[in-house]
Protein backbone atom coordinates (compact mmCIF):
# COMPACT_ATOMS: atom_id res chain seq x y z
CA UNK A 1 0.00 0.00 0.00
CA UNK A 2 1.09 3.63 -0.57
CA UNK A 3 0.29 7.24 0.67
CA UNK A 4 0.81 10.32 -1.46
CA UNK A 5 -1.17 13.02 0.36
CA UNK A 6 -4.77 12.17 0.69
CA UNK A 7 -4.60 9.26 -1.52
CA UNK A 8 -4.23 5.79 -0.73
CA UNK A 9 -3.14 3.18 -3.49
CA UNK A 10 -3.73 0.02 -2.94
CA UNK A 11 -1.89 -2.78 -4.77
CA UNK A 12 -3.05 -6.31 -5.75
CA UNK A 13 -0.70 -9.02 -7.56
CA UNK A 14 -3.43 -9.95 -9.89
CA UNK A 15 -6.59 -9.02 -11.87
CA UNK A 16 -9.43 -8.08 -9.17
CA UNK A 17 -12.53 -8.43 -9.87
CA UNK A 18 -14.76 -5.16 -9.85
CA UNK A 19 -16.78 -5.95 -6.80
CA UNK A 20 -13.84 -6.21 -4.69
CA UNK A 21 -11.73 -3.10 -6.02
CA UNK A 22 -15.07 -1.52 -5.56
CA UNK A 23 -15.08 -2.98 -1.55
CA UNK A 24 -11.86 -1.91 -1.23
CA UNK A 25 -12.63 1.54 -2.05
CA UNK A 26 -15.76 1.29 0.46
CA UNK A 27 -14.02 0.31 3.01
CA UNK A 28 -10.76 2.43 3.06
CA UNK A 29 -10.13 5.29 5.61
CA UNK A 30 -8.39 7.59 3.08
CA UNK A 31 -10.38 10.17 1.83
CA UNK A 32 -9.08 9.08 -2.25
CA UNK A 33 -8.49 4.75 -2.94
CA UNK A 34 -6.69 3.85 -5.89
CA UNK A 35 -6.38 0.42 -6.94
CA UNK A 36 -3.44 -0.78 -8.95
CA UNK A 37 -3.74 -4.30 -10.40
CA UNK A 38 -0.73 -7.04 -11.16
CA UNK A 39 1.63 -4.99 -8.69
CA UNK A 40 4.52 -7.07 -8.02
CA UNK A 41 3.88 -9.84 -10.30
CA UNK A 42 0.05 -11.74 -11.32
CA UNK A 43 -1.53 -14.24 -9.61
CA UNK A 44 -3.84 -14.54 -11.90
CA UNK A 45 -7.65 -13.61 -11.90
CA UNK A 46 -8.53 -12.49 -7.69
CA UNK A 47 -12.73 -13.86 -8.44
CA UNK A 48 -14.79 -13.04 -5.18
CA UNK A 49 -16.27 -16.12 -2.97
CA UNK A 50 -19.59 -16.01 -4.85
CA UNK A 51 -17.66 -15.83 -8.30
CA UNK A 52 -16.92 -19.65 -7.56
CA UNK A 53 -20.02 -20.72 -6.98
CA UNK A 54 -20.95 -19.25 -10.32
CA UNK A 55 -18.05 -21.17 -12.45
CA UNK A 56 -16.25 -20.35 -15.41
CA UNK A 57 -12.44 -20.05 -16.28
CA UNK A 58 -11.19 -17.12 -14.33
CA UNK A 59 -12.33 -18.90 -11.06
CA UNK A 60 -10.54 -22.72 -11.76
CA UNK A 61 -6.89 -23.27 -10.69
CA UNK A 62 -4.38 -22.90 -13.02
CA UNK A 63 -1.88 -20.43 -14.44
CA UNK A 64 -4.89 -18.32 -14.82
CA UNK A 65 -6.13 -18.27 -11.05
CA UNK A 66 -3.53 -19.31 -8.59
CA UNK A 67 -5.31 -18.03 -5.82
CA UNK A 68 -8.10 -20.44 -4.23
CA UNK A 69 -11.48 -19.35 -2.85
CA UNK A 70 -11.45 -17.19 -0.16
CA UNK A 71 -7.80 -15.77 -0.85
CA UNK A 72 -9.16 -12.57 -2.62
CA UNK A 73 -11.31 -11.72 -0.07
CA UNK A 74 -8.19 -12.28 2.85
CA UNK A 75 -5.89 -10.06 0.33
CA UNK A 76 -9.17 -7.27 0.53
CA UNK A 77 -8.78 -7.34 4.28
CA UNK A 78 -5.26 -6.75 4.26
CA UNK A 79 -5.23 -4.12 2.43
CA UNK A 80 -7.68 -2.01 4.24
CA UNK A 81 -5.93 -2.76 7.64
CA UNK A 82 -2.69 -1.47 6.14
CA UNK A 83 -4.16 1.20 4.36
CA UNK A 84 -5.76 2.09 8.14
CA UNK A 85 -2.16 2.31 9.09
CA UNK A 86 -1.11 4.71 6.59
CA UNK A 87 -4.01 6.96 7.04
CA UNK A 88 -4.32 6.54 11.39
CA UNK A 89 -2.52 9.52 12.12
CA UNK A 90 -6.12 11.38 10.07
CA UNK A 91 -8.31 9.73 11.73
CA UNK A 92 -10.58 10.88 14.55
Known amino acids: MLRVGDVGIAVFPGELFCSLGLETKLR ?3 PVTLVAECANGCLGYLAPHRA ?5 YEVSMGPWCRVAQGGPEQLVNCAVRLLGELFADSMP
Open 28 to 30: SPA
Open 52 to 56: WEAGG
